[in-house]
Protein backbone atom coordinates (compact mmCIF):
# COMPACT_ATOMS: atom_id res chain seq x y z
CA UNK A 1 0.00 0.00 0.00
CA UNK A 2 1.41 3.78 -0.64
CA UNK A 3 2.26 5.61 2.09
CA UNK A 4 -0.20 8.48 1.15
CA UNK A 5 -2.81 5.70 1.98
CA UNK A 6 -1.55 4.47 5.64
CA UNK A 7 -3.86 7.35 7.51
CA UNK A 8 -6.86 6.72 5.31
CA UNK A 9 -6.43 2.83 5.15
CA UNK A 10 -6.57 3.89 8.93
CA UNK A 11 -10.02 5.71 9.36
CA UNK A 12 -11.66 2.94 6.94
CA UNK A 13 -10.53 0.24 9.21
CA UNK A 14 -12.24 2.33 12.06
CA UNK A 15 -14.91 2.75 10.03
CA UNK A 16 -15.06 -0.80 9.00
CA UNK A 17 -15.96 -1.32 12.65
CA UNK A 18 -18.07 1.03 14.11
CA UNK A 19 -20.17 0.18 10.87
CA UNK A 20 -20.74 -3.00 12.82
CA UNK A 21 -20.62 -1.64 16.43
CA UNK A 22 -23.82 0.71 15.08
CA UNK A 23 -25.50 -2.20 13.96
CA UNK A 24 -24.58 -4.72 16.95
CA UNK A 25 -27.60 -5.77 19.12
CA UNK A 26 -30.16 -4.01 16.96
CA UNK A 27 -33.17 -6.11 15.16
CA UNK A 28 -34.09 -6.24 11.92
CA UNK A 29 -38.02 -4.55 13.37
CA UNK A 30 -36.09 -1.79 14.36
CA UNK A 31 -33.25 -1.64 11.80
CA UNK A 32 -36.50 -0.66 9.83
CA UNK A 33 -38.20 1.71 12.10
CA UNK A 34 -37.97 5.69 10.95
CA UNK A 35 -37.75 8.13 13.86
CA UNK A 36 -40.23 10.81 13.64
CA UNK A 37 -39.63 13.29 10.71
CA UNK A 38 -38.75 12.86 7.52
CA UNK A 39 -35.25 10.71 8.57
CA UNK A 40 -33.80 7.47 7.05
CA UNK A 41 -33.68 4.27 8.90
CA UNK A 42 -30.66 2.46 10.45
CA UNK A 43 -30.92 0.08 7.32
CA UNK A 44 -31.32 2.60 4.62
CA UNK A 45 -28.10 4.59 5.96
CA UNK A 46 -26.47 1.20 5.72
CA UNK A 47 -27.11 0.24 2.06
CA UNK A 48 -26.37 3.60 1.35
CA UNK A 49 -22.99 3.35 3.10
CA UNK A 50 -22.63 0.22 1.08
CA UNK A 51 -23.47 1.70 -1.84
CA UNK A 52 -20.72 4.42 -1.50
CA UNK A 53 -18.01 2.12 -0.93
CA UNK A 54 -18.86 -0.13 -3.73
CA UNK A 55 -19.21 3.09 -5.73
CA UNK A 56 -15.29 4.38 -4.57
CA UNK A 57 -14.24 0.33 -5.38
CA UNK A 58 -15.39 0.34 -8.48
CA UNK A 59 -14.13 3.91 -9.21
CA UNK A 60 -10.37 2.24 -8.19
CA UNK A 61 -10.86 -0.28 -10.64
CA UNK A 62 -13.15 -3.27 -9.47
CA UNK A 63 -15.38 -5.17 -11.96
CA UNK A 64 -17.65 -6.13 -9.09
CA UNK A 65 -21.20 -6.43 -10.13
CA UNK A 66 -23.57 -4.27 -7.38
CA UNK A 67 -23.71 -6.06 -4.69
CA UNK A 68 -27.75 -5.22 -3.04
CA UNK A 69 -29.69 -6.07 -5.92
CA UNK A 70 -32.13 -4.32 -8.77
CA UNK A 71 -34.36 -3.24 -5.49
CA UNK A 72 -32.03 -1.00 -4.58
CA UNK A 73 -29.78 0.03 -7.58
CA UNK A 74 -30.40 3.78 -8.38
CA UNK A 75 -32.61 4.52 -5.48
CA UNK A 76 -31.96 8.12 -4.08
CA UNK A 77 -34.16 8.29 -1.07
CA UNK A 78 -35.91 5.95 1.36
CA UNK A 79 -38.81 6.11 -0.48
CA UNK A 80 -37.45 4.41 -3.92
CA UNK A 81 -37.45 1.44 -1.59
CA UNK A 82 -39.90 -1.22 -1.45
CA UNK A 83 -37.85 -3.65 0.75
CA UNK A 84 -33.94 -3.74 2.28
CA UNK A 85 -32.30 -6.73 3.46
CA UNK A 86 -31.84 -8.17 6.60
CA UNK A 87 -29.08 -6.82 9.16
CA UNK A 88 -27.55 -10.19 8.52
CA UNK A 89 -27.29 -9.41 5.18
CA UNK A 90 -26.09 -6.07 5.20
CA UNK A 91 -23.24 -7.14 7.22
CA UNK A 92 -22.27 -9.39 4.37
CA UNK A 93 -22.21 -7.46 2.11
CA UNK A 94 -20.23 -4.81 3.86
CA UNK A 95 -17.60 -7.87 4.49
CA UNK A 96 -17.25 -8.73 0.80
CA UNK A 97 -17.62 -4.76 -0.45
CA UNK A 98 -14.90 -3.53 2.45
CA UNK A 99 -12.47 -6.95 1.04
CA UNK A 100 -12.85 -5.75 -2.58
CA UNK A 101 -11.91 -2.14 -1.47
CA UNK A 102 -9.26 -2.67 0.82
CA UNK A 103 -7.72 -5.28 -2.45
CA UNK A 104 -8.21 -1.98 -4.92
CA UNK A 105 -6.21 0.36 -2.51
CA UNK A 106 -3.59 -2.14 -1.77
CA UNK A 107 -2.96 -2.05 -5.53
CA UNK A 108 -2.49 1.84 -5.73
CA UNK A 109 0.36 3.89 -6.79
CA UNK A 110 1.31 7.42 -6.26
CA UNK A 111 0.02 8.08 -9.84
CA UNK A 112 -2.93 6.33 -9.81
CA UNK A 113 -3.84 8.60 -6.09
CA UNK A 114 -2.38 11.75 -8.38
CA UNK A 115 -5.15 11.47 -11.28
CA UNK A 116 -7.92 13.40 -11.18
CA UNK A 117 -10.93 11.57 -9.51
CA UNK A 118 -13.48 10.10 -11.86
CA UNK A 119 -16.68 12.03 -10.13
CA UNK A 120 -16.74 15.84 -8.87
CA UNK A 121 -16.38 15.93 -5.00
CA UNK A 122 -16.94 19.00 -2.96
CA UNK A 123 -13.06 19.30 -1.81
CA UNK A 124 -10.70 21.01 -3.11
CA UNK A 125 -8.51 18.15 -3.98
CA UNK A 126 -9.85 17.09 -7.23
CA UNK A 127 -7.13 13.98 -7.14
CA UNK A 128 -8.21 10.48 -6.79
CA UNK A 129 -6.66 10.73 -3.28
CA UNK A 130 -8.63 13.88 -2.82
CA UNK A 131 -12.40 11.62 -3.74
CA UNK A 132 -10.95 8.72 -1.23
CA UNK A 133 -10.52 11.00 1.73
CA UNK A 134 -14.08 12.72 1.08
CA UNK A 135 -15.48 9.59 0.55
CA UNK A 136 -14.19 8.49 4.08
CA UNK A 137 -15.28 11.71 5.10
CA UNK A 138 -18.99 10.52 4.01
CA UNK A 139 -18.77 7.45 5.38
CA UNK A 140 -18.05 9.31 9.03
CA UNK A 141 -21.01 11.53 8.59
CA UNK A 142 -23.42 8.90 8.11
CA UNK A 143 -21.75 6.55 10.98
CA UNK A 144 -22.86 9.59 13.24
CA UNK A 145 -26.19 9.26 12.17
CA UNK A 146 -26.10 5.44 12.51
CA UNK A 147 -25.03 5.85 16.25
CA UNK A 148 -27.98 8.72 16.79
CA UNK A 149 -30.86 6.27 15.61
CA UNK A 150 -29.54 3.71 17.96
CA UNK A 151 -29.66 6.55 20.96
CA UNK A 152 -33.41 7.27 18.96
CA UNK A 153 -34.66 3.66 19.30
CA UNK A 154 -33.51 3.23 23.02
CA UNK A 155 -30.37 1.63 22.07
CA UNK A 156 -27.10 1.82 24.09
CA UNK A 157 -24.69 4.42 22.13
CA UNK A 158 -21.88 3.23 19.41
CA UNK A 159 -18.70 2.07 21.01
CA UNK A 160 -15.40 2.40 19.82
CA UNK A 161 -14.54 -1.34 21.22
CA UNK A 162 -15.33 -4.27 20.55
CA UNK A 163 -18.81 -5.46 21.67
CA UNK A 164 -19.11 -7.70 24.89
CA UNK A 165 -21.44 -10.72 24.72
CA UNK A 166 -22.86 -9.91 28.25
CA UNK A 167 -24.05 -6.29 27.29
CA UNK A 168 -23.50 -5.64 23.71
CA UNK A 169 -21.69 -3.20 25.25
CA UNK A 170 -17.58 -2.64 24.06
CA UNK A 171 -14.83 -3.33 26.53
CA UNK A 172 -13.71 0.90 26.57
CA UNK A 173 -17.35 2.30 26.28
Known amino acids: MHRLLEAHVASLGVNTRLFLNCLHGISDRDAVRRTEGPGNSISFIAVHLIDARHFLARALGSTAAYPLGENLEGARSIEDVDELPS ?4 QAIWSDVTEDLVHR ?44 LRKQLGHPAMSYGEPTAENGQSHDS
Open 87 to 90: LSEI
Open 105 to 148: LDALSEADLAKPAEQKFPTDDESTLGGIAFLLHHESYHLGQLGL
